[in-house]
């Protein structure tokens, strides 16, 4: 036994390699891999990944949890949608969707379709929460935001870095 495993080749240099699987193949219940598709959780899954977790915890429950650390410019999910590679044709692309529902009709907490922490040493002058860019179209949008209101809970700048009111037009 030499600490390598071929399922579906002749030979391998991996540690485990599984190639042209014809069905399916379950582990431990919890990860379901078919032809096209990757499944945590449950075992039809309808995208490349999806993960499910609908487990009761008491506590913060994370579908997902990545930490990242780096020496140089550091990134702990990028994420990169291009509508010509991904079928064509498309006229809207999202990099990221995100949507919650904090079950209707239930007493519960704030819902937060992104929420953003950033913290940052003292030998780093500044921290973004959101930082956005847009550019190369007709009418670029950094920041576009449709129903409801938004809140500013200190001071606002437009053509400023350093505000010294609530609201500093510059």
């Known amino acids: 036994f030499n600490s390598l495993v071929g399922i579906g080749v002749q030979t391998t240099t991996y540690g485990l390699e599984i190639k042209k699987l014809a069905k399916a193949m379950n582990v431990s219940g919890n990860l379901y891999v078919n032809s096209t598709s990757v499944g945590i959780g449950l075992s039809n899954p309808t995208a490349k990944l999806e993960i499910q977790n609908y487990e009761p915890v008491t506590g913060n429950l994370y579908g997902i949890n990545i930490s990242t650390k780096g020496n ?26 995100f949507e919650t529902d904090n079950n ?18 003292s030998s780093t002058p500044t921290a973004y929460g959101i930082y956005a860019n847009a550019s190369g ?11 409801g209101n938004v809140h500013i809970d200190n001071n606002l700048s437009i053509g400023t870095t350093t505000p ?5 037009v510059f």
Request: net charge positive; no cysteine.
């Open 72 to 97: 140089g410019t550091t990134y702990g999910i990028k994420v990169y949608a291009n509508s010509s590679i991904a079928g064509g044709g498309g006229t809207t692309v999202y990099g990221g969707y």
């Open 104 to 121: 209707p009709g239930i007493s519960a907490g704030a819902s937060y379709g992104i929420f953003s922490n950033a913290k940052s040493g």
């Open 137 to 147: 179209s007709t009418t670029n949008y950094a920041g576009y935001f449709e129903g």
């Open 164 to 168: 010294k009111a609530r609201l500093e």
